[in-house]
């Protein structure tokens, strides 16, 4: 029986760990588009890469692999070239790899204010029913809250303060994320969403794939959120610096 696609992305990452060439069957040797802006375009592009590691020096543990449609969607604690969390996208066209995204953030060297990694917590999706509904829920969220400043519609997207985070420098429940924003926003630290490129699900869990500013600087947001009972409930992230034009190692764009 063939694996599912989910189980053969979560062997195509590994292999980056234990250099098994076969998991690599599973992407289109014809046709590889590559968004990772570091890496060069087709399978010659990620060869190059994965030789310019330090043999026997990647980790790789997939901690989440979701699927939706085409896509495949995973959240894995990766050590290559340092210890880095990732959200990796994975398009199918008649049951291979042709295109890949990913967003990498250097992985801290402590939890959260509320002892949280940006990797633990609930793995399995669940409420497989209500994928559609909880897309809408969050891509309204980030609409409404994070690209339009409403903040007066925030609280109405959680559970009073019932909400865990992932995010390396807050705390846990609105609260915190208030107390986050204030801080920043006193450092002259802006926050800025501007474009949402993609939204994918599988059950209770959402990623939002977005563009913006943190610090003035280009970057793309991965924003993973777990929803219950029609409500915000966790939430993980990263946000990586967009490098400029020049420094691209191929032409496709980061989204």
């Known amino acids: 029986m063939k694996p ?3 189980t053969q992305v979560v062997a195509l990452l590994k292999s980056i760990e234990t250099g098994d060439p076969g998991p690599a069957a599973i992407v289109n040797p014809n046709k590889y588009i590559q968004h990772n ?3 060069g375009d087709g399978l010659a592009g990620l060869a190059a890469a994965l030789q310019a ?3 026997g020096s990647a980790r790789v543990n997939t901690v989440r692999a979701f699927q939706d449609g085409d ?3 995973t959240h894995t604690d990766y050590n290559f ?3 880095k969390i990732g959200f990796d996208i994975f398009r199918f066209e008649d ?3 042709v295109e890949h995204w990913d967003n990498l953030q250097e992985t801290p060297v402590s939890v959260n204010p509320s002892g949280h990694s940006m990797i633990d917590g609930p793995t399995q999706p669940t409420d497989l029913d209500k994928t559609e509904a909880n897309k809408a829920l969050v891509a309204s969220f980030v609409k409404e809250v994070l690209i339009e400043g409403q903040m007066d519609r925030l609280q109405s997207y959680f559970d009073e303060d019932h909400y865990v985070q992932h995010n390396p420098g807050i705390a846990d429940g609105l609260s915190g994320l208030g107390a986050a924003l204030e801080a920043l926003a006193k450092a002259g630290v802006a926050i800025e969403f501007d474009r949402v490129h993609r939204v994918l699900g599988e059950g209770n869990f959402v990623l939002v794939v977005s563009e913006g500013r943190f610090g003035g600087k280009a970057c793309a947001y991965c924003d993973l959120f777990r929803v219950a009972a029609g409500k915000i409930a966790e939430h993980w992230d990263t946000i990586q610096p967009i490098p400029d034009r020049a420094d691209w190692k191929n032409t496709n764009g980061k989204f």
């Open 4 to 6: 599912d696609p989910k």
């Open 53 to 55: 590691l330090p043999q």
């Open 81 to 83: 070239f340092g210890p």
């Open 95 to 97: 049951g291979l790899i």
């Open 71 to 73: 896509f495949v969607f």
């Open 37 to 39: 802006l570091d890496v």
